[in-house]
């Protein structure tokens, strides 16, 4: 069977990135490094050209490509938090040296997006009462790094109730 694994292109910065990212997650591993074996685009002979890991479980390639190319939103990596303490730990260190964006949304320091997203947030948006789920919506629009009690609790939240003003001031006026 095929097996794919992303590969990440990088200016010189392949092995640090890799060692960075196998760093924050379990089941995560350098596998392999391999070098130049002549002076190329991609570095001189004895610099590292590629480098194979694994990313909690799944496998990635770090490409010492040359030029730099910028990465987009169209390719992210979404990380599946159990708690709060796993969103934080992995927000502060993702995005140190990076740039962080709404709903839980940031760029590392190599320019590579990621969405660091409690486990919760599918069942919370997923509810089928038609208030709640929009509930969450709302506060998720409005958070920088996703916060579990915050989604949780406009989930949770009582719909406003509609007030008759008409009826309200009829009846103080009888």
Known sequence: MSKIAPCLWFDGEAEEA???????????????VQRNVVDSPAGKAGTVLVVA?????????????GTRFEYTHAISFQ?????QAEVDRLWDALSDGGATERC???RDRYGVSWQI???????LLGDPD?????????????????DIAGLEAAH???PTPKCNATRVW?????
Request: hydrophobic residues 50%; glycine residues 4%.
């Open 104 to 106: 839980g949304w940031l």
């Open 18 to 32: 890799a060692k960075f990212y196998v760093s924050l997650l379990p089941d995560s591993h350098i596998d392999r």
């Open 156 to 158: 949770a939240a009582a």
């Open 79 to 83: 990380v599946d938090c159990a708690d």
């Open 53 to 65: 890991f694994t990313l909690a479980g799944q496998r990635f390639l770090a490409l010492n490509g």
């Open 170 to 174: 009829s009846q103080s006026h009888q």
């Open 130 to 146: 038609p208030a709640k789920a929009p509930r969450v919506m709302q506060a998720m629009l409005q958070m920088i790094k996703l």
């Open 117 to 123: 997203v409690p486990s919760v947030l599918p069942e």
